[in-house]
């Protein structure tokens, strides 16, 4: 009786992927006004993760 084998195939690593991701929740505040011809838009610096 024969026997085969099928070579194993290297699995790729996963890659680290620092990207911005706009559902993280950092316990900041964000505030909006608008008007007929004006947007103001204020938010603190907690809604900044992982930059400098």
């Known amino acids: 009786m024969e026997t085969l084998s099928i070579p194993q195939q290297k699995i790729p690593k996963e890659t680290k992927s620092d990207r911005w991701e706009p559902y993280i ?20 610096t907690r ?3 992982s930059y400098t």
């Open 25 to 44: 929740d950092n316990g900041g505040t964000t505030l909006a006004f608008t008007g007929k011809d004006y947007c103001i838009l204020a938010s603190d």
């Open 47 to 49: 809604l900044s993760d």
